[in-house]
Nanobody, 117 residues
Framework: QVQFVESGGGLVQPGGSLRLSCAAS??????????MSWYRQVSGKERELVAT????????IYADSVKGRFTISRDNAKKTMYLQMNSLKPEDTAVYYC????????WGQGTQVTVSS
């Protein structure tokens, strides 16, 4: 079954930037046909929707907590989705996951983002 592979996380100081990437584990996944989302989860808390990008027009939707700081994008030719995160805050610290919009497919391992001085 399809699983997603997230990368690009790390340790960054407040105000810094990171760019996350997301790819499907199999090239057979019809990436361009799906609206895709980034999610994040802090240990002991519910997984939170961060941003969504639609399949057809690439319309983007953001959680209020990241609006104006994060940018979601996709490259359908590369079957890859990105999350550019700027002006990072300590409260952005979490494991970041990608999935189809609605989270209907298997979850990957995620990538840890830690914002700390």
């Amino acid at each position: 079954q399809v699983q997603f592979v997230e990368s690009g996380g790390g340790l960054v100081q407040p105000g810094g930037s990171l760019r996350l990437s997301c790819a499907a584990s199999t090239s057979r996944f019809a990436f361009s046909s799906f609206s895709m989302s980034w999610y994040r989860q802090v240990s002991g808390k519910e997984r939170e929707l961060v941003a969504t990008i639609t399949s057809a027009r690439g319309t983007t939707i953001y959680a209020d907590s990241v609006k104006g700081r994060f940018t979601i994008s996709r490259d359908n030719a590369k079957k890859t989705m990105y999350l550019q995160m700027n002006s990072l805050k300590p409260e952005d610290t979490a494991v970041y996951y990608c999935n189809v919009a609605g989270g209907g497919l298997a979850w990957g391992q995620g990538t840890q983002v830690t914002v700390s001085s």
